[in-house]
């Protein structure tokens, strides 16, 4: 009788082993399930996002590509300008460019910016460097570190300005001065005393920011349409003259430039170059795609010629 209940023991002891077996293998498999389910759906959103990200890309392209030919097809070269909204026109009867575009895909924002408004970096004197930052809200001392520091970051030689820095300063940064122009307005930020502050403004620090009024596009010189009234007044326009250009502009643009705003570095009653900006949202999403170019409009005979000065495609 005894032999019996051992053998009943180890028969129940052996079926309750396999059966927790079973248990930990279901459960086992239960997880390797779960995360395969997890992997498909990250997987599968990985694919969207990517199909997503490459069609919101190629939308961006496509709505840049068409503000080039708005640029292109500017049959009037004597003159271009902005309307009261600040969009560009440059045609003297013509119509401004459409910047916003619902499709099913999603939504497109394209912005043609002037950038022959603004003022070249590369080529702005110390003076008036000092009164742009002075203007922004730097007071007169760091004004004057930062301008130096700006004519040794551009020059080509290796002489310290008064404030300024050369090699020795940034090599605690792990880099050199450029000693060359500079290639975007961004570049500033690497520079001695700059920061994101002042050069895209802080309400907290009661700074209005550098970064609208500059560019690194060189032409025949800033645009008398386009020009803004704060850029005047930095570049030294005089309150009487400023008055005069922005009552002849409410009527329509000036073709007759005066003699005195070529001091000022005001010379043109067209643009040639121009800041690109176009953004793509998906629908039903918050994610946008945006890419940058500044162009150059190169006038060739009867047609212009595009020359990219940069791109930027991770704006």
């Not at 130096?148 to 880099?175: K, P, Q, T």
């Not at 690194?216 to 003259?241: K, W």
Request: proline share 2%; charged share 30%; net charge negative.
């Amino acid at each position: 009788m005894s032999g019996e209940l051992k053998v009943m023991f180890r028969v129940k002891g052996k079926k309750g082993i396999a059966l927790m077996m079973t248990l930990w293998i279901v459960v086992l498999l239960a997880v390797v399930a779960a995360s395969f389910a997890v992997s498909m759906r990250t997987g599968t959103a990985s694919v969207r996002n990517f199909k997503e990200d490459i069609s919101a890309y190629y939308y961006a392209i496509s709505a840049y590509e068409d503000a080039v030919k708005f640029l292109l097809n500017d049959t009037d070269s004597a003159v271009d300008y902005v309307d009261q909204d600040g969009k560009m026109i440059v045609e003297a009867d013509g119509e401004t460019f459409r910047e916003n575009r619902e499709l099913p895909f999603g939504s497109v924002e394209v912005n043609i910016i002037d950038e022959s408004a603004k003022i070249n970096i590369n080529s702005l004197s110390k003076e008036k460097w000092i009164r742009l930052l002075n203007r922004s809200g730097v007071d007169f001392r760091e004004a004057e570190e930062i301008t130096d520091s700006i004519l040794d970051w551009r020059d080509r030689d290796d002489l310290r300005h008064e404030y300024g820095a050369e090699d020795d300063y940034y090599e605690d940064y792990d880099y050199a001065a450029k000693d060359a122009p500079f290639s975007t307005v961004e570049e500033l930020l690497l520079v001695k005393g700059m920061d994101e502050d002042i050069l895209y403004g802080s309400a907290e620090l009661e700074l209005t920011g550098i970064y609208d009024h500059l560019s690194v596009c060189s032409g025949r010189g800033i645009n008398v349409n386009t020009v803004s009234e704060d850029t005047m007044e930095i570049l030294g326009v005089s309150p009487l003259e400023m008055d005069s250009v922005l009552a002849q502009r409410a009527e329509g643009p000036v073709m007759l430039i005066p003699a005195s705003f070529g001091s000022a570095g005001i010379g043109t009653t067209i643009s040639e170059c121009f800041k690109i900006r176009s953004s793509v949202t998906p629908a039903g999403t918050d994610y946008t795609r945006t890419i940058e170019a500044l162009i150059k409009r190169i006038p060739k005979g009867s047609v212009y010629e595009i020359k990219v000065i940069y791109w930027r495609d991770d704006v």
